[in-house]
Structure formats: structure tokens, C-alpha cells
């Protein structure tokens, strides 16, 4: 069986400076990957490679074994559900137009798509009946996210790409629907590629996680071998996280 997702030596250019540089690592089918990393690091630019939204400037990427230079953009984007910060809802549609846009051109009928937005709606943990006619505007922060991430399921993809869907809610929403992917991924065993700047939701949601820095992959590797590294940029980072780790925990 093909990795569900692999770097060869990838690197995206854009105005003679890379963006990200000799990306090279593997991720395997059913796992969740975090990229974890500072603001304009290259975690959002090495998504954008993955379903074709960029090609890569030298090397390449694979999808379940497949060049993305070999992909119709199409039916590889079929493949890749995408969630971001902003959910992207479309603030003209209902909740049920908005899950169901993708299985729509993707010519379902309507009874089907009607059964699949309801399905994932109990899924994300809102009430179909309640929820279904809505609009955007009428939805908390929290209520938006889980239905940008039933939208990326929609149409069932093997791969979800998902650009820091939970950071623009507050600190107990955001650990609440951490909790609920994490349970949500025990089920759907779906090909995650995580971004993230939040150490703690890396941690939590990710079998491994890749420490990105000024375009590079500096290490990817599970939990305990990350607060190992020798490589200085991760072990900086993580001093920095124990240090206000203690400053928290310290009474004043």
C-alpha cells in the first residue's frame, strides 16, 4: 500500500525565496500529523502542495502514491477534504447548502446529499432538525467550526488538511472540539495533516509531529523523541514552553 502522503525533497519558491525547503517526509494512511510552527514558518504553504493548490518547484509530492504534477487538480481536491480558521462557509447558503455544495457537483442526488449532511451533523454534535436551515450569522464561533469540518467530510475524502480550524475560538470552546476531532478521528481513521502554532493541541491531536522553522522540517517524530531533539531551533522552543509551563504553575 502507497503512503497516503509523501515529501521528496519538495520546495516552493516565490519571488527567488523559499517558502518551504527539501520537504521530505512520509505520512502514513490513517495518521495524524501536526505542523507545528511559528507564524509564516511554511506550515500553511506545505498544505497548499498536498492538494495541488501549489506544484512544487523542485521534487515533489506524492498522494496515495501519485505525483500531485500527475493529478488531475480536480479529482485530487476530491480526494483532500480542507478546513481552515475562518471556517469559508458561504454566508448566503444554509448550514445543509453549505455540507452539501461538494457532494452537489459531484452530481449526488438529493436525498443522498440530504442523508449525508444530516449524518454528519449528528456527527460534529448538532442537532440536524435544529441546525440544518441555518445560516452562518446565526451560528456561535464553535457551531461554525464543527460545520467547516463537517463540510470537509462531506464527500467522504481519504485526506483532511486542516489550517488551524480551531484557532479563533476561545480557550474552552477550542479545547472542547479538540476533544471532540480526537473522538471523531478514533472513528473515521482518516489521513490528517494538522497545522498549528499551539504546542498543546499538537501534542493532543497528533501521532506524530513535524517542528517546522523558516521553511524547513527541522525534526518529525512522536511526542516523547520530540522533547528529546538535539536539533537547537526544537530545543529552544521547548525550553520556552517549560519556562512559562513554570511561570503558570508558580505561585504568586
Known sequence: MPKAIEFRNAS????????VSELSFEVEQGEIVTLLGKSGCGKTTTLKLINRLLLPSQGEVLVDGISTNKWNPIQLRRQTGYAIQETG????????????LVPKLLGWQSQQIANRVRQLLELVGLNAEQFANRYPHELSGGQRQRVGVARALAADPPVLLMDEPFGALDLITRLEIQGEFKQLQKQLEKTVIFVTHDIQEAFLLGDRIGFMDAGKLLAIATKADLMRSEVPEVQVFMESVRTLRDLLNTDS
Open 12 to 19: 516552493y519558491q516565490l519571488d527567488r525565496r523559499d517558502l
Open 89 to 100: 462557509l458561504f454566508p448566503h447558503f444554509t448550514v445543509e447548502a453549505n455540507i452539501g
